[in-house]
């Protein structure tokens, strides 16, 4: 069966410090990745997704970053966090979409809480 | 591009009276339709889903139906218990690469 890793599953980091968070999916081949963020009581904002290794695809301008360097690995990224990239960030993952015809369902991360202070 | 609008944003019940959660999608391409259950500090995990092929889908106590003409589906839920309190997520597929989700709605059920 398929899992997903992610971490860390928390941190707090200074205003102005990098960021790291990284995931990785067990049991399937060339998954779409994808990284969300959620605000506190807020909803699911999509930030970023991956159909192939190199490939990623940016839904918000922000000062985030993402990368793809293997099949099944998947990181987020900020060279300076600000205040307002505090949130909880979930990685996901979907079956590859080549053939289908309805729309794949999408089996998340266990989250990694961000709080910039 | 999709969008998912979700009704209501809160919801209060009774435990064992219904709840309802309605969404509208903008897409008529959109095939796909998930729900979401997200408890407090956890994430999202799906509950039921529903293709555009059929109207009604039931999993116990938790029912989904899909106006398609009118691009509305819900959620239902009888009998609800307090651990059914939690934040429910609708979200609309094409095919695609991209689920667009609704904003969620957080359901309380009183004991």
């Known amino acids: 069966s398929q899992t997903i890793h992610q971490w860390p599953a928390t941190l707090v980091q200074p205003v102005g410090s990098p960021l790291s968070l990284e995931c990785t999916v067990e049991?399937?081949?060339?998954?779409?990745l994808y990284w969300y963020r959620q605000a506190a009581g807020r909803g699911l904002q999509l930030l970023f997704y991956?159909?192939?290794?190199?490939?990623i695809s940016s839904e918000v301008p922000q000062n985030l970053s993402a990368s793809r360097p293997q099949d099944r690995q998947f990181i987020l990224s900020s060279k300076k966090l600000l205040l307002s990239d505090s949130g909880f960030y979930l990685c996901?993952?979907?079956?590859?979409?080549?053939?289908?015809?309805?729309?794949?369902?999408?089996?998340f991360g266990e989250g990694s809480w961000l709080t910039v202070v | 591009g999709e969008n998912v609008e979700q009704h209501p944003s809160t919801l209060s019940v009774q435990e064992g009276d219904s709840a309802v959660i309605k969404c509208t999608y903008s897409d008529s391409a959109s095939n796909y339709f998930p729900w979401y259950k997200q408890e407090l500090g956890k994430r999202p995990q799906l509950i039921i889903d529903?293709?555009?092929?059929?109207g009604e889908k039931k999993d116990q106590r938790i029912a989904v139906t899909l106006n398609k003409t009118a691009k509305h589906f819900s959620l239902h839920i009888t009998e609800t218990q307090p651990e059914d309190s939690a934040v429910y997520f609708c979200a609309a597929n094409t095919g695609g690469f991209k689920t667009i989700f609704g904003a969620g709605t957080r359901l309380f059920v009183k004991a």
């Open positions: 996901a993952w979907s079956a590859a979409g080549t053939g289908r015809i309805f729309g794949n369902t999408i089996y």
């Open positions: 529903i293709r555009s092929n059929v």
């Open positions: 049991g399937t081949s060339n998954p779409n």
């Open positions: 991956s159909v192939g290794i190199g490939q």
